[in-house]
């Protein structure tokens, strides 16, 4: 069974900053990745930001400079710290995690937390 919970969404003016937290819960098998995603009104969902098990890490290029994907095993929990943040930075942001069980790739998404930047 594997449960992500999201946490730390909200209201924040352009410029503000928020951390964002996905708490991954694998109780079987074995973590590849873990992303974040987000989903603006009308718009396809699109990866923000991601770190593998390497803790090599990968980002949108709307984002570079300004968020920061990070991971803390002890806590099994990956943050996403959002910097100078702007109005089209306005979606819900889902958690994602692949994981490996008995030689096979899965997946699972979180319940999504919603960030609105005002101007």
């Known amino acids: 069974q594997v449960q992500l919970v999201e946490s730390g969404g909200g209201l924040v003016q352009a410029g503000g900053s928020l951390r964002l937290s996905c708490v991954v819960s694998?109780?079987?098998?074995?973590?590849?990745?873990t992303e974040w995603h987000r989903q603006a009104p009308g718009m396809q969902r699109e990866l923000v930001a991601g770190i593998d098990s390497g803790e090599n890490t990968n980002y949108a290029d709307s984002v570079k400079g300004r968020f920061t994907i990070s991971r803390d095993n002890a806590k099994n929990t990956v943050y996403l710290q959002m910097n100078s943040l702007k109005p089209e930075d306005t979606a819900v942001y889902y958690c994602?995690?692949?994981?490996?069980?008995?030689?096979?790739?899965?997946?699972?998404w979180g319940q999504g937390t919603h960030v609105t930047v005002s101007s």
């Open positions: 994602y995690t692949e994981f490996w069980r008995l030689g096979t790739l899965y997946n699972e």
């Open positions: 694998v109780l079987t098998g074995e973590i590849a990745a």
